[in-house]
């Protein structure tokens, strides 16, 4: 009986990470009006180093060793996941629309599964495809308003290829986080992850601070920088790794799809939004879509 509550809690880990993962939409759309978009990502991986820490020290300075032997590999995963998916989506944000950067975004669980299968050999089965095609279907449903002329008059900009990027960052992150062993903790390797994404996004930030717009330290700063570090931060990162361990690159990257059904309750909870029946379908195409990703298919379970 515990062996299979256990074996659906990452399962169900697929749908309560995205709920603080999506979150980052409220950080993008009303941080940056108050904090420079590179300097609110690099403040938020500095506040989430200095909070885990004191937690870590002394299991970081026990594992030295094995720092010495990962900080290369730590140093490519800081400045994928924390560098480039922390600070190119507040930069797309200033010159393309919310529907482009959701179309965009979502293909990163594509990227995934087609680099797992080609440098990591890693299956991809029948119901796995049906599932990944349900859950595209889903998105666009919600991205579109349910009107394809929507899809078709869509204009890209520069700031679409700020998000393309990020939605490969997103995959090389997610891909080499479960590849690559470690022999260090969850947080003790999410803490170094923080200091080494901080550190990419360091001469970034003092770019923007010198020639572009300087930081304001006022009481909203400090608002949004913890919020940005703890909820989408902290525990959406560590949810993620979490279920990664259990499911794999591929299957957890499909958090992205359920990301967008809660990007649009968030909209409608803080930014006025309305749900239309589009949301409705959406979301009954990418849980159903997850659900098909999480079944194995008969030659998956005799082996």
């Avoid at 967008?260 to 990418?286: D, K, R």
């Amino acid at each position: 009986m515990n062996n299979s509550k256990n074996s659906y809690l990452p399962f169900l880990l697929l749908f309560i990470q995205p709920i603080f993962m999506a979150s980052n939409l409220i950080v993008a759309r009303g941080g940056v009006e108050y904090v420079p978009p590179v300097s609110l990502a690099f403040w938020r991986w500095a506040v989430v180093f200095l909070l885990l820490l004191p937690f870590t020290y002394k299991s970081l300075k026990k594992n030295f060793k094995f720092i010495k032997q990962e900080y290369k590999r730590i140093f490519f995963i800081g400045s994928m996941g924390c560098g480039v998916c922390g600070a190119f989506p507040f930069l797309a944000g200033q010159t393309t629309t919310v529907t482009n950067m959701g179309i965009i975004y979502s293909s990163s669980p594509i990227f995934i599964i087609l680099i797992s299968s080609i440098f990591f050999k890693e299956k991809i089965n029948f119901l796995r495809i049906v599932g990944l095609f349900s859950c595209l279907v889903g998105v666009f449903a919600i991205i579109i308003k349910g009107n394809l002329f929507l899809l078709i008059s869509l204009k890209f900009t520069i700031g679409d290829l700020w998000m393309l990027a990020s939605a490969i960052g997103w995959a090389l992150y997610s891909i080499y986080l479960f590849y690559w062993k470690t022999n260090l903790k969850i947080f003790d390797r999410f803490t170094l992850i923080a200091f080494f994404g901080m550190v990419s996004l360091l001469p970034f930030y003092l770019i923007e601070e010198t020639f572009f717009v300087r930081t304001v330290f006022n009481s909203e700063f400090f608002m949004w920088v913890l919020f940005a570090a703890i909820s989408p931060g902290i525990i959406a990162f560590t949810l993620y790794t979490m279920a990664q361990k259990k499911l794999g690159a591929s299957i957890t990257g499909f958090t992205l799809y359920i990301f967008t059904v809660y990007s649009a309750i968030y909209g409608f909870l803080f930014f006025n939004e309305q749900l239309e029946y589009y949301h409705y379908l959406g979301t009954v195409l990418v849980f159903g879509g997850v659900y098909l990703v999480k079944k194995k298919s008969k030659y998956e379970k005799k082996t």
